[in-house]
Every structure is written in C-alpha cells, then in structure tokens.
C-alpha cells in the first residue's frame, strides 16, 4: 500500500491525554489533564435540564447560533473595551482547540512560518505543522518566563507570518506584562504578521496580575486573533464551545475552514451556556477568589514539603522540578510515579523545543478533598523515589 502522509509520520498522541487514560488505568489521582473535577455553575447546568426538554437539537448556523454569538460578544466587550460585530467578526467553534486549528489552516500557507513561544501547549506546534507550517520557538527564560526581545525580533526577520500568544500561558503561568505585549505587537507591526491568542485562561489571575488584550493594544485589532472558549471560565471543558474574534475579512475566511471541519457547536449546549455568558461581575470575582484558594493550598503545601515548584501567575498549572530524584526520562518518570505513587501528571517535555527533562506539570483545579488526597502521595514521593530500583527514569 502507498505510504501515509508525511506530515503525521512523527505524531505522537497527546501526552496529557495520555497521562489520563494511564491515571485511570491505576485509579491515581489524575493532576494531569486540564480540567476541573466539580461541578459548573447550577444555573448553567439547570438550564441544560430546561434546554434537554424543549431544544433546540439541530443544526444551528454553522458559525454559531445567534443569541449565542451575541451574548460572547456583550462579554467581550465587557471585559476588554472591544466591540466586536456578532454577525461578521465571530466564528463559534468546537472548543479553542478547533478555533486554534481553524485560524492557523485560514492564516498560513503551507511553507510559512510561525513563531511559538516555549514552554507551549502541545497542540501549537501539531496544528502549525497539519497547515504545512514550520514553527519558530523562541525560549521563555525561567524562572520568570520573560523572552530576549533580539531574540524574537531575529524569529519575525526569518519571516514569520503568525505568532501564537497564550496568554496567561499554559503550562508556566505566566501573563504577559503592558511592555511585554507592547514589544510583541511593535514587532507584529514592523514585520506585518499576525497574532494568534488563546485566552481561555483570561478569568484566572491572580494578585497583583492583570489580564491585558492583545487587540487593545494600538494597531492590534485588525491584526489580533482571538481564540478562547467558555471550557475553563466555567468548568465545562466537556462541552467543546470556543470561538474566534477577528477582523470581518479574517473570520469570513475561518468560517469556510470550520464548516469544512465540524459543520458547528452543538445548538443545545450553546443555548445552555448564555446563562453563563451573562453572568454579573461577582461571578468573576468569585472565580479568582476560588482559584486563588486552590493555588495557596497547593502551592503552600508543595513549598512545606520542600519542593522547588513555578509560582504561577495565573491559569491553574505548576511546574515542579524533579531534578532532586535524577531524573533523565520525564516520561517514565511520569508513568511511574503514576503507578506507584498514586500520582498523575505530566511530563514537562511536552511543553518544551529545549532539552528539558527536570520538570513535571501538575493541575490544580481541583476540590479540596482532591488536592488534599494528592498532597498525601506527594509526601511519598521521596521516600518511593529514593527506594526505588531498576527503573528506566535515572
């Protein structure tokens, strides 16, 4: 038989799903994947009952429902100041992950150029290459995660035509100061490329951090992309609703490319979800106040037991570093400490162009009972990790 398309021939699947299929397999509390294991808002899933009952279960308009795409837009404008058309400048996906692949296949060409920035989320680079494209990582510098402005600046000289901003950033926590943004979009500008931004972590920041948009910034907001969804904001990361905001020549041209891809959303859950679209200020508030709880538990029990960890700045993520146990294959540490620790999380490799082997990803956004169960097997984990032998980690 004919071979199969060499784009896909180095495909892995997703490590961080994968850590989740392997945390069920020994029943391990599972801090790998991103998502929440409590309940969404009762408002929202009261009206999913309502919904379930009366409809609508068909297709709604391929890039998004009307009320739906409205309601995302009154949000936006809300938070950001930025009034975007919802009958020309918005695309409903399924989930930012669709709205990030729908932007790259409608923005690149095969052979163009992308900038990511590094530690990233695994499915930049993938979506990168699937549009024929070759990615330019450039290195946040720990501990903080800033970037060398030459050494970007030399990313955009090479010919880029899009960068990706995930901001706050999964997986280091960082957001993206005024200035910082203020040299990306100078440079955006100068070399007439575009920004791509994944903000689903928009709502989760955390003191003195402040959440700054991209297209706020002058001369950004024909050029700025947004992707996000409603997945993190509201704990419903099962029910695939993203979106895009662009300029009306940008979105005319995603939603071709999502048609193509998923036909829509699913009518019944974006009708479910405006109740949480119109959500009043306190709900947000309340949101950072519960995840700055969950970050001070985790964060402060890590530190207690001497762990050497990222202080994430906002989304729900922590870098620890695992240097102490010699650790030289992330991944079979990760399976490992799976298994015998009872302990779920993901290999920091995945994340990063550079050699990095000394970092494990863990996920916060838990309940108490949760984190408190999982603290319990991290005070295991040197005594395990010192005692063992015959492993394929050192």
């Not at 991103?34 to 009206?47: E, L, N, S, V, Y």
């Not at 955009?156 to 035509?161: L, M």
């Not at 920091?348 to 999982?374: M, P, Q, W």
Request: charged letters at 20%.
């Amino acid at each position: 038989m004919r071979p199969l398309s060499d784009r896909t021939t180095h495909f892995t699947d997703s490590v961080i799903r994968r850590m989740t299929r392997i945390a069920n397999q020994y029943d391990s509390v599972n801090l790998s994947q991103g998502f929440p294991d409590f309940a969404p808002p009762k408002a929202i899933t009261d009206r999913l009952r309502e919904v379930a009952a009366e409809g609508p279960h068909q297709y709604a308009i391929t890039w998004g429902a009307q009320n739906f795409r409205e309601a995302v837009c009154r949000k936006q404008k809300h938070f950001s100041g930025l009034d975007y058309d919802p009958n020309g400048e918005i695309v409903i996906t399924c989930g930012s992950t669709e709205a990030m692949m729908a932007t790259m296949m409608s923005v690149t060409d095969p052979c163009d150029k992308v900038i990511i920035f590094s530690p990233f989320y695994e499915n930049y680079g993938a979506d990168t290459i699937l549009s024929g494209s070759e990615p330019i990582y450039v290195p946040l510098v720990p501990p903080d995660f800033h970037f060398d402005a030459d050494v970007l600046e030399a990313a955009f000289q090479q010919g880029a035509k899009a960068l990706v901003l995930c901001n706050p950033s999964n997986p280091c926590g960082k957001v993206f100061t005024y200035d910082e943004l203020m040299i990306i979009a100078d440079l955006a500008k100068k070399y007439d490329a575009y920004v791509i931004t994944d903000e689903v972590y928009e709502h989760i920041i955390y003191e003195p951090y402040h959440h700054t948009y991209m297209a706020t910034l002058p001369g950004m907001r024909e050029r700025t992309i947004i992707c996000s969804s409603l997945s993190k904001t509201y704990s419903i990361t099962g029910w695939r609703l993203g979106y895009i905001l662009s300029n009306p020549e940008i979105s005319e041209r995603v939603k071709k490319v999502h048609d193509f891809l998923t036909v829509g959303a699913p009518s019944p859950l974006m009708e479910a979800a405006i109740v949480g679209l119109n959500f009043g200020d306190d709900y947000y508030k309340g949101l950072q106040t519960q995840y700055t709880h969950r970050k001070n538990l985790f964060c402060g029990s890590m530190k207690d037991l001497g762990f050497t960890f990222t202080d994430p700045q906002g989304a729900y993520y922590v870098l620890m570093d695992v240097s102490e146990f010699g650790v030289r294959d992330d991944d079979a540490f990760c399976e490992w400490m799976t298994r015998v620790v009872g302990l779920a999380t993901v290999p920091g490799s995945s994340f990063f162009k550079e050699d990095v082997h000394h970092l494990i990803r863990l996920n916060f956004a838990k309940t108490d009972e949760t984190l408190y169960a999982a603290l319990n097997r991290l005070e295991t984990l040197r005594e395990k990790a010192n005692a063992a032998t015959d492993v394929t980690w050192r």
